[in-house]
């Protein structure tokens, strides 16, 4: 089973966005997929509700209350995914961050996201799987918009730290609709969203690794 966690220390960051694409990507692979919720408001936990009635289901895993969630994935899963909640550090997910075969880490370009997510890696890098190289650890600029200075700045700042920037997402208004359909950009063919789709190839392939 690959498992990958998808956390950072901040809201709004886009980490349900990225939990549900590759949940969606992996279940249109024809594998049996798991998202676990881990946070209480159950963006990722109503989006597989959503998709329940497509050829492509993903199984919606509540791991915000009190019973393990560890107890509720099938043996028969694929690819799992585990959406951290906001404003968790590395201390909040000790059973995600032992499960976890990589740690996918969302960074848009703000200052305070780039801060927050600073404090968050500061907790992750002492962590002894990932001390180890168990867990590997790979940084994504999302809501970018390439053309802007600050995007840009963002993107070379990512690049000089200790993690690799393993993929540069574009910002756009269709993942928000997307997500409330239970549906994902790989859920369609038309031209104009293979460039978006493109832009998620340097992840899967990291995550492939």
């Known amino acids: 089973m690959k498992t990958v966690l998808v956390a950072g220390s901040k809201g709004g960051v886009g980490k349900t966005t990225i939990a549900t694409h590759l949940a969606a990507h992996s279940a249109l692979g024809a594998r049996n997929t798991a998202l676990v919720d881990l946070d209480p408001q159950g963006s990722s936990l109503r ?20 019973r393990a969630w560890t107890d509720k994935v099938p043996p028969d899963t694929h690819w799992l995914i585990i959406d951290a909640p906001a404003g968790a550090m590395a201390g909040d997910l000790a059973a995600a961050l ?38 590997r650890v790979g940084l994504v600029g999302n809501k970018l918009k390439p053309w802007t200075q600050a995007s840009q700045q963002t993107v070379e700042l990512l690049e000089s730290w200790p993690y690799p920037l393993v993929a540069q997402l574009r910002d756009s208004q269709a993942y928000v609709l997307l997500c409330s359909l239970g549906k994902s950009l790989f859920d369609y063919h038309s031209a104009n969203v293979r460039e978006h789709q493109a832009d998620w190839h340097p992840l899967l392939d990291w995550i492939d690794r």
């Open 98 to 135: 032992e499960q976890a075969d990589v740690l996918v880490a969302p960074v848009p370009p703000s200052t305070l996201d780039i801060e927050a997510t600073v404090t968050f890696l500061d907790s992750l890098a002492v962590h002894p799987r990932v001390r180890r190289g168990e867990l």
């Open 47 to 66: 989006w597989a509700q959503r998709r329940l009635q497509m050829p492509s289901p993903v199984l919606g895993i509540d791991g915000a209350g009190r």
